[in-house]
């Protein structure tokens, strides 16, 4: 329709859904990969969530045509929506227990089990700590269904299901530790985990199982931690260890909300208002 147009990446496509299988015809393979190029080709400017996204679209496409706009967090909505007892009204028997929590979707590519294989372990080195999981998906019923045959279900790991946007900050207010997890896959690297910059705005030490741009992150400013990739054991350990150093996990708090402050909205809007100024004009 002749009509400019802004391209927002925020996954890797098709390559990650090669990746994982999900398209396995070479017919549909091919149309992917052509549908990609065209819409990269027809597309005025690009708009990628992290550097590794950018780093990888450039093999092709001009830099130039290229814009990184990180996603945000948002500070003041989550500073300014906090609720101490919010979890404890809806799962009483968390108490004040420490509480690792995962918000989001129950993917093929999150491996959302790992997080199950986690709470079993920790249920013979410190059975006092909680794991809660938030959201709905594809895996849901495999992961619940784990955590029966492991007896941990509304023991140690409990569920809720998706909570509206408005809700997330209260959540995060009752968590000790935000986590986000992939499973092992090359092609996540680059990707933008968007309970990742939640998890900062609400100044929780984050916990992540993957390499890549965040890895690199949290190391640089000490606002979390990595665990294996696929190693209950040695994580349920690492975080046990963790969870006696207050200390450390305060200052993680502190580094992660400062953390936060270079994701803010207003650096990415002034961003975003000038790709569409430079879009319109030219």
């Not at 995962?102 to 794991?131: H, Q, W």
Request: charged share 25%; proline share 4%.
């Amino acid at each position: 329709k002749k009509v400019k147009m802004i391209f927002e990446i925020r996954d890797l496509w098709p390559q990650i859904p090669i990746a994982i299988g999900a398209i396995k015809s070479n017919i549909l393979i091919k149309f992917s990969r052509w549908l990609e190029t065209k819409t990269y080709e027809n597309s005025n400017h690009i708009i990628c969530l992290s550097s590794g996204m950018k780093t990888e679209l450039k093999l092709n496409i001009p830099s130039s045509k290229i814009t990184v706009i990180t996603n945000i967090s948002d500070i003041e909505l989550f500073q300014n929506n906090k609720e101490k007892n919010y979890i404890t009204k809806k799962i009483p028997n968390i108490g004040m227990k420490p509480l690792i929590v995962y918000t989001g979707v129950f993917g093929l590519i999150n491996g959302v089990d790992y997080i199950v294989e986690i709470a079993n372990e920790m249920k013979s080195i410190n059975p006092s700590i909680c794991f809660l999981l938030v959201g709905n998906g594809y895996s849901k019923d495999q992961v619940i269904t784990k955590s029966k045959e492991f007896e941990i279900l509304n023991k140690s790991l409990y569920y809720l299901d998706y909570l509206p946007k408005s809700e997330v900050p209260k959540l995060l207010s009752s968590a000790t530790i935000v986590s986000s997890f992939f499973i092992d896959l090359p092609e996540m690297v680059n990707n933008s985990a968007n309970k990742f910059f939640d998890g900062l705005a609400a100044g929780k030490p984050i916990m992540i199982n993957y390499g890549g741009w965040q890895k690199e992150l949290l190391d640089d400013s000490g606002a979390g931690f990595t665990i294996p990739k696929r190693n209950a054991k040695i994580a349920a350990k690492k975080i046990n260890n963790l969870l006696k150093n207050k200390n450390k996990l305060n200052n993680m708090s502190e580094a992660s909300l400062k953390l936060a402050k270079k994701f803010d909205i207003e650096s990415n809007f002034k961003k975003f208002g000038r790709v569409i100024d430079c879009v319109y004009k030219n």
